[in-house]
């Protein structure tokens, strides 16, 4: 059986979608995966990230990461994105690489590749489900197969109960939030498995 090729795709402003990317690579990689841990391009401008030293801080922890590409997307049979919420979508950035992919969409070679998301919102309620439900009306778009958590295990339910894909406040990342990124991440490893042959 050939070993699923999953790229784990992240943006992170502050580093709690790049925490979470982390585990959910490591989770993939202990599944039985091939994994790329990928980021999306920084595309405020300077001046801005450098005016808040968190953000400027985020962005070159990140620096040894490689850039997510179309040829990363070609190259995986599955994708998992985690990205923060900025009024109840994915931010700029992500919109941004998406709105590369029109190449490599329009030939076919985003379909039938699994996908699953994750967020992080200020607050718990400040959009997590429909950022995560954007990214997934994206992949359908493309033709990939949505593979949601559901309430599979009951790591879910411990870490919030977001059965469409893992979502936290920014910031917090605890060891039953990291279980259920794992849960989430192996269960997408599966699932492609499973397509694959």
């Given at each position: 059986?050939?070993?699923?090729?999953?790229?784990?795709?992240f943006?992170?402003?502050?580093?709690?979608n790049?925490?979470?990317a982390?585990?959910?690579?490591?989770?993939?990689k202990?599944?039985?995966?091939?994994v790329?841990l990928?980021?999306?391009?920084?595309?405020?401008?300077?001046?801005?990230?450098n005016?808040?030293?968190?953000w400027k801080?985020?962005?070159?922890?990140?620096?040894?990461?490689?850039?997510?590409?179309a040829?990363?997307?070609?190259?995986?049979?599955?994708?998992f994105?985690?990205a923060?919420?900025?009024?109840?979508?994915s931010?700029?950035?992500?919109?941004?690489?998406?709105?590369?992919?029109?190449?490599?969409?329009?030939?076919?070679?985003?379909?039938?590749?699994?996908f699953t998301?994750?967020?992080?919102?200020?607050?718990p309620h400040g959009?997590?489900?429909?950022?995560?439900?954007?990214?997934?009306?994206?992949?359908?778009?493309?033709?990939?197969?949505?593979?949601?958590?559901?309430?599979?295990?009951?790591?879910?339910?411990e870490?919030g109960g977001?059965?469409?894909?893992?979502?936290?406040?920014?910031?917090?990342?605890?060891?039953?939030?990291?279980?259920?990124?794992?849960?989430?991440?192996?269960?997408?490893?599966?699932v492609?498995?499973?397509?694959?042959?």
């Amino acid at each position: 059986m050939a070993l699923p090729k999953i790229a784990v795709i992240f943006y992170s402003t502050y580093g709690t979608n790049h925490q979470v990317a982390t585990v959910a690579a490591e989770a993939a990689k202990s599944a039985g995966a091939e994994v790329r841990l990928l980021r999306i391009a920084e595309t405020a401008p300077e001046a801005v990230v450098n005016g808040q030293p968190a953000w400027k801080a985020q962005v070159e922890k990140v620096q040894d990461i490689p850039v997510v590409t179309a040829d990363d997307m070609v190259w995986a049979d599955g994708y998992f994105f985690s990205a923060p919420t900025r009024f109840g979508n994915s931010p700029s950035q992500v919109r941004a690489f998406i709105d590369t992919l029109g190449g490599v969409w329009s030939q076919g070679k985003l379909a039938n590749k699994t996908f699953t998301a994750t967020t992080s919102a200020q607050n718990p309620h400040g959009g997590q489900e429909a950022t995560t439900l954007g990214l997934y009306v994206t992949a359908m778009h493309w033709g990939s197969i949505i593979v949601a958590p559901g309430y599979t295990d009951p790591v879910l339910y411990e870490a919030g109960g977001n059965p469409y894909g893992f979502s936290t406040v920014a910031g917090k990342f605890d060891d039953n939030g990291k279980a259920a990124v794992a849960h989430q991440a192996k269960r997408l490893v599966e699932v492609t498995a499973k397509l694959i042959g």
